[in-house]
Every structure is written in structure tokens, then in C-alpha cells.
């Protein structure tokens, strides 16, 4: 039996293999958040499929930190009910799932939002993209708040645990970032004081799910953008996550290209942060997953058989095959069809998340 079939544990959560589903916006939500018929049976289809551990797609903690139409949201209380929806059809097919939470930050949409995008500086994401409101030290703490409610929230809407979005150039990643944190007070500066944010968010959200709960963060651990965190910065979080009371690690990088990378053709193209997750594994003995390009059952298993991570996550070739988990433990050996064209994405006028491989 493959290693990538052996039981799992995280904070004493069960889990039945050693394969997660990555966190992936599945942009099939009404208006105000709530996830429609079709977003239910993609997670009943996904657990069905047999992957041990599904991460939802991020959902906003607060209504400046929406990214993109048709987002998950977990802002507000009366939205538990139909969150609760998801959770289920997971138990029922026997699978485990997590809710990832996050703040879009300066990415944040302001069509979507109607109003300026926050951030640590008043430093835009690039050229020519709209310049971020500066978060006042009142506002940073509303919004270490909502973290801290939503993770609550995610937990009585059934949720199996918790994963704060801490990768891809959103708020947490735009804190701890020396390329978007430009602050000199006490959210900015130093390492130490870039952190904090990220620090508070960890301890308002335990505070919320209680001591018995799984947290875990999606971490990008390096940016890849001049000025940006370095992978000694990211390594540093790294130390620090067990003493903030998280439960696992998720090992990611970059925003946009440099995080979901194009043209996974071959097996030295696949497992795009395993230099990183090394590194990473060094500074702590939680539970690491690592994410970016996984995609032949070879180079999985010699990532576990090293000890380097313990589980391994996909997000594209689960879009493509969900059932791609059980096809393996029941004798596949092809690598996932899955090409990283990136069509996955919708485009204007196409509804959510889906395989658009003109091959597939
Ligand atoms: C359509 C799509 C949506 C995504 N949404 C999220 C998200 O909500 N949260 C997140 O942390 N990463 C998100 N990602 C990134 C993936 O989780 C993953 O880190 C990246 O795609 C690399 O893994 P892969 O090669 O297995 O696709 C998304 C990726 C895709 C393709």
C-alpha cells in the first residue's frame, strides 16, 4: 500500500490518507455569500472521490475583504446555516473538511466591495492597481476581531477546523511582507512587528474555536517579488507557529503566477516549493503539507518517504478528476491529466470553478 493511503493526524483529527484538497474558490456563491446547489455537490463529489481532507475554497471574514464575485463569506452569523450545508454533505460521503478564512486586503475588489481596499501601507499591489487605505490601529484590531469570529463561526457551522490564509499576497501574507508592510508603528518594522498581525490573528481564533479545535495556516513563505519576504523571513514564521497555538502547516509562495504556476508537464516541473518546504521542515515538528504542481504518485511518496511533508495537497487536478484519490488507491498509477493550463479558472460569463481543457 502506497504511503500516500496511511492514516493521518492532525491535532487528533483522523484523517484517512495522506492527501488533502488545496484551498480553491469555487466562485459558486449568490450575492451575499452563500454557497449554491452546485458548490454542495462539488464537495459531495470531492469527499466521494476519496481525498482525505478538504480545505473550502477562502471565505471573507469581513466585508472589506472580499477578493472576487461570487466568494464564500463567513462575516456575518446568520450566514452559519447555510456554510453548515457544506460541512455535511462532506460528513455524509465520510470526509473531512476545513474552512480556509481570509481578508483579501489591498486585492480586495473594490467593484465587489464598493470601497477602497485596505492594507498595512497605502502601497499598491502593482502599477497602476488602486491605492490601499491605510489600516488605522483601531481598524487592524476590527479586523484581527473578525478573524477571530469566523474561525468561531466556521466551527459551529460543522467544520472539521480551521486554516488562515497566510499566502498569495492577501492581508496576513501583505503584513508580514517587507514589500507591502511599510508601517514603523507597532504592526510594521522589525520582523518581530510584521508578525504581530499574523500573531493576534492565530490567538483570536483559538481564543474562538476553544483549545480542542484544529487550526491551520496556508503559509507563502517567500514572495518571489523584490523587497518581498524572504525565505529566512518565511522560515522565521515558520518557527514561531507552534508557540501561536496552530496545529499544522500548509507550505506555499508567491502571488498569482509564481503561487499556481503554469505547464506541469514533467516530474522535475512538479513540487515547485519542495526547496522551501525543506527549509521549512527544519524550523518546526508540526504537520506539514505542501502544496504547488503535485501531480505523479512517485515524487509524492518520496516527499513522505523523505519526511519532508506529511501530507501532500492538490487544487487543479482535483478540479479535473475528484475522484483521482480513490483511482489511485485502487490501482492507478498514472500521474493526474491535469496540464496547469489554468483555464480552470471562469472566465466572463462562465459559472465557478471547472476543467475548460480543450483536451479534457
Ligand atoms: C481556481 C483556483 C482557485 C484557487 N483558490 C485558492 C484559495 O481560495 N485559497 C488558496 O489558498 N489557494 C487557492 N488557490 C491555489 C491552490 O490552492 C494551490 O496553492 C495552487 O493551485 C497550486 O496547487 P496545484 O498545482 O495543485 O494546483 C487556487 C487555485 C486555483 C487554480
Known amino acids: 500500500m ?120 497605502p502601497v499598491p499591489q502593482v502599477k497602476g492597481s488602486p491605492r490601499p487605505h491605510e489600516l488605522t490601529g483601531a481598524e487592524i484590531e476590527e479586523l484581527i476581531a473578525a478573524f477571530g469570529r469566523a474561525a468561531g463561526r466556521a466551527r459551529e457551522a460543522g467544520f472539521d477546523g480551521v486554516q488562515l490564509h497566510g499566502a498569495h499576497g492577501y492581508l496576513i501574507n501583505q503584513f508580514c511582507s517587507p514589500a507591502s508592510n511599510w508601517r514603523r508603528d507597532r504592526w510594521g518594522g522589525s520582523i518581530a512587528r510584521r508578525l504581530r498581525f499574523l500573531e493576534e490573528v492565530a490567538a483570536a481564533a483559538r481564543d ?89 504518485l512517485a515524487v509524492m511518496e518520496s516527499i513522505l518517504e523523505e519526511g519532508t511533508a506529511d501530507f501532500i495537497s492538490m487544487s487543479r487536478p482535483l478540479i479535473r478528476e475528484p475522484d483521482l484519490p480513490n483511482q489511485w488507491r485502487e490501482g492507478r498509477t498514472e500521474a493526474a491529466a491535469c496540464v496547469s493550463c489554468n483555464s480552470c479558472w471562469p472566465g466572463p460569463g462562465e459559472y465557478g470553478i471547472a476543467c475548460r481543457n480543450s483536451n479534457g
Open 208 to 296: 474562538e474555536v476553544g483549545g480542542d479545535y484544529p487550526l491551520l495556516i496556508k503559509l507563502g513563505v517567500q514572495d518571489f517579488v523584490r523587497d518581498g519576504l524572504t525565505l529566512d523571513d518565511g522560515v522565521e514564521i515558520v518557527r514561531h507557529l507552534a508557540d501561536w497555538g496552530l496545529d499544522a502547516v500548509e507550505i506555499s509562495g508567491g502571488v498569482g503566477g509564481t503561487s499556481v504556476r503554469k505547464d506541469i508537464l514533467r516530474p522535475e516541473d512538479e513540487a515547485y516549493f519542495l526547496s522551501q518546504a525543506r527549509r521549512a521542515r527544519e524550523a518546526t515538528d508540526l504537520p506539514l503539507i505542501l502544496v504547488g504542481g503535485m501531480r505523479s
Open 2 to 121: 502506497s504511503i500516500l493511503f496511511k492514516p493521518g493526524n492532525i491535532a487528533g483529527l483522523g484523517l484517512k490518507n495522506r492527501l488533502v484538497r488545496s484551498a480553491t474558490a469555487e466562485r459558486m456563491c449568490d450575492d451575499d455569500g452563500r454557497p449554491e446547489p452546485a458548490m454542495i455537490d462539488l464537495y459531495a463529489d470531492l469527499a466521494r472521490g476519496g481525498v482525505g481532507l478538504i480545505v473550502t475554497g477562502h471565505a471573507f471574514v469581513h466585508e472589506s475583504g472580499k477578493a472576487h464575485p461570487s466568494m464564500t463569506a463567513v462575516h456575518r452569523d446568520d450566514l452559519v446555516p447555510s456554510l453548515r450545508a457544506l460541512s455535511e454533505a462532506v460528513h455524509r460521503e465520510g470526509g473531512k473538511a476545513v474552512m480556509q478564512i481570509n481578508h483579501a486586503g489591498r486585492r480586495a475588489s473594490e467593484k465587489v466591495t464598493g470601497r477602497t481596499p485596505v492594507a498595512p501601507s
